[in-house]
C-alpha cells in the first residue's frame, strides 16, 4: 500500500470482499461500510443494467460498489489527482475499465457538459465535501440529468438538508449516525414509492 493510502472493502455484488484504495487524510471522506450495503440492499435489483453518475467520487467506492452489484456504467467525476489516481487504481483492479468513465474535472464542469450531450443517468450519486455542499450548478442539473424514473442519491450530514429540489421530490431518507442519505425521484416518478 502506498503512503497516504488506505484500503476498504466493496460490500457486496460480483466484487463483495475485493479491498479497494483511497487517499489518506482529509481529502476524501468514503462512504462507510455499513451505509453502502445499507444502501445497495435498498436498491437491490434496481442498480442492474443502470447508468450510474458518480459526482465528487473520491476514492470512486460508491461508483464502483454500483458496477459490483450490477450497473451497466458508471461515470466518476473527480478534479483532485490523488483521487483520480485512486479512482484509476480501483478500476484495473476491479477490471471494470470497459464500462467506466472518468473526468477529471469538476463536478460543476460535468453537469454542464453532460447537459450540453442531454445525458441521462438511472442513478446519480452526490456526496459533496460537507462544508461546501451542492452549488447552484449541480442543483439546478440533477433534474435535467435524472432518468425519468431514476434516483438521485444525496449524501450529506445528519441536521442539515441540501434539498429542495426544483422538480424532484424526496422520496425516502435515511440515517446512519452522522450521516443522512436522502433519495430524489422526478414528482412524477413511482421510483422508490413505499407503501
Not at 58 to 71: I, Q
Not at 146 to 166: K, R
Amino acid at each position: 500500500m502506498e503512503k497516504g493510502r488506505y484500503s476498504i472493502r466493496i460490500v457486496g455484488g460480483r466484487f463483495s470482499g475485493l479491498r479497494i484504495i483511497a487517499p489518506g487524510g482529509q481529502l476524501t471522506r468514503p462512504t462507510g461500510e455499513r451505509v453502502r450495503e445499507a444502501v445497495f440492499n435498498s436498491l437491490q435489483g434496481w442498480v442492474s443494467g443502470a447508468r450510474v453518475l458518480d459526482l465528487y467520487a473520491g476514492s470512486g467506492a460508491m461508483g464502483l460498489e454500483s458496477l459490483s452489484w450490477g450497473a451497466s456504467y458508471c461515470l466518476f467525476v473527480e478534479p483532485n489527482r490523488q483521487a483520480l489516481n485512486a479512482i484509476r487504481t480501483n478500476i484495473l483492479h476491479l477490471k471494470v475499465k470497459e464500462m467506466s468513465e472518468l473526468w477529471p474535472i469538476t463536478a460543476e464542469q460535468a453537469v454542464a457538459r453532460l447537459q450540453e450531450q442531454n445525458a441521462r443517468f438511472d442513478l446519480i450519486i452526490c456526496d459533496p465535501p460537507w462544508r461546501q455542499g451542492l452549488n447552484q450548478t449541480v442543483r439546478m442539473a440533477l433534474v435535467n440529468l435524472l432518468a425519468d424514473d431514476g434516483i438521485a442519491l444525496i449524501e450529506h450530514p445528519s441536521g442539515t438538508d441540501f434539498g429542495p429540489f426544483e422538480g424532484l421530490r424526496l422520496s425516502r431518507q435515511r440515517k446512519y449516525g452522522g450521516t443522512t442519505l436522502s433519495y430524489w425521484v422526478h414528482d412524477d416518478s413511482s421510483a422508490l414509492s413505499e407503501s
